[in-house]
């Protein structure tokens, strides 16, 4: 049950930095060193979730 729990709060981590991903790139001059850092970190929370679900 805390391992569902636990996945559910990444995935709803990984929804968010998709939004301000998302939001960022709305802006008519998008900050890319802010984005690169939204999009490391929404890859490494993408790595974690799959890391969870296969083991």
């Known amino acids: 049950m805390a391992l569902a729990a636990h996945l559910k709060e990444l995935n709803n981590k990984?929804?968010?930095l998709d939004d301000k991903i998302e939001n960022e790139l709305k802006h008519p001059a998008p900050d890319a060193m802010?984005?690169?850092?939204l999009k490391k970190q929404?890859?490494?929370?993408k790595q974690m979730i799959s890391?969870?679900?296969s083991g």
């Open 14 to 16: 990984h929804a968010r």
């Open 34 to 37: 802010l984005l690169t850092e």
């Open 42 to 45: 929404k890859y490494h929370l």
């Open 51 to 53: 890391e969870l679900q």
